[in-house]
């Protein structure tokens, strides 16, 4: 197994660099992808553009100059757009993510660089994290913390298992079935924090699938239907009078969190409650974009670093 995961390893390396030998090529590919339509100024998209010497622009209505850098988490970097690109594409389409560590030896550079480098790219990804969703949809809460049996018995919390967050992050996350996911970083699990979320976030009508926490305040704008695993009720599928399917369940959503905790644990080993959302906003893009292809997840995750 391990050598397998070198060989694809050395495989992705070797493609990217015959498809990227140099700097320049780097840079052209992404002026393609921010610009597919002809250079805009990003001072004013209205005005012609004059291309200049050394990569450089000019917008005619500000006078002002610009490179494919400005206006993107990247401008103020030392870093060549080679390697901007290259910890793109690793962070794009691998699984479950490239830790930081990983990234500075495929890169040669400090731990702390390549660290700056994917919570930048992570930061962009959170635009993909804010779908507004409808139809049927299951909603769930996760909760992040280190294990508590691995502590030193000075350190350990009481009453810390369940849903007690005293020691935990909790994260709420909404699942379209079928289509996109959204997920938060929260303060705590009471109804009314919850509630003020799914309202924002989904559709008025839609129906909601719970896993029976009480979510008071749903019924009056939603349809929620619920599975009890305290009584160990997973769920149940039945069909209406006009033959429509119904599944009462979370198993989607369950199966996400599943997804993200090995995630956290196999690539990354310990989050930060600092910066969890950024980890859960990289878990919601990979999620989002699972139906296309590497290449136009790629170029999304381009156009959403000037965006």
């Known amino acids: 197994m391990i050598l397998k995961k070198e060989r694809r390893k050395r495989k992705s390396i070797v493609d990217f660099k015959s498809s990227f030998p140099d700097e320049e090529s780097a840079i052209k590919f992404y002026e393609r992808i921010r610009w597919c339509n002809g250079v805009i100024s990003p001072f004013d998209p209205t005005s012609k553009v004059y291309k200049c010497k050394n990569g450089r622009y000019k917008c005619k209505n500000t006078g002002k100059y610009f490179t494919y850098r400005t206006g993107t988490y990247f401008a103020n ?159 149940t599928t039945f069909v209406t009078d006009d033959g429509e399917i119904i599944q009462v369940t979370t198993n989607r959503i369950e199966n996400a969190w599943s997804v993200f905790k090995r995630t956290i644990k196999g690539t990354y080993i310990h989050v930060s409650k600092k910066h969890l959302q950024r980890y859960v906003d990289e878990f919601v893009f990979r999620f989002n974009t699972r139906k296309i292809s590497k290449y136009e997840r790629i170029e999304l995750l381009l156009q959403y670093a000037a965006a």
């Open 77 to 235: 970097s030392k870093l060549g757009m080679r390697d901007w690109l290259y910890a793109i594409i690793m962070l794009a389409n691998h699984k479950k993510g490239i830790s930081s560590y990983q990234l500075a030896n495929d890169l040669d550079i400090p731990q702390k660089t390549a660290w700056y480098m994917i919570h930048r790219i992570r930061a962009s990804m959170a635009k993909e994290n804010n779908h507004k969703l409808s139809g049927e949809v299951e909603i769930d809460e996760s909760f992040v913390s280190g294990k508590n049996k691995n502590r030193h018995k000075d350190k350990k919390v009481e009453k810390c298992q369940g849903r007690s967050y005293k020691d935990k992050v909790s994260v709420f996350g909404i699942l379209e079935r079928g289509g996109k996911m959204f997920a938060k970083v929260v303060p705590n699990t009471q109804a009314r924090t919850l509630v003020s979320i799914v309202k924002k976030n989904v559709d008025v009508g839609s129906i909601i699938y719970t896993d029976g926490w009480s979510y008071k305040g749903l019924e009056k704008k939603y349809t929620q239907m619920s599975v009890d695993h305290g009584k160990h009720f997973y769920g």
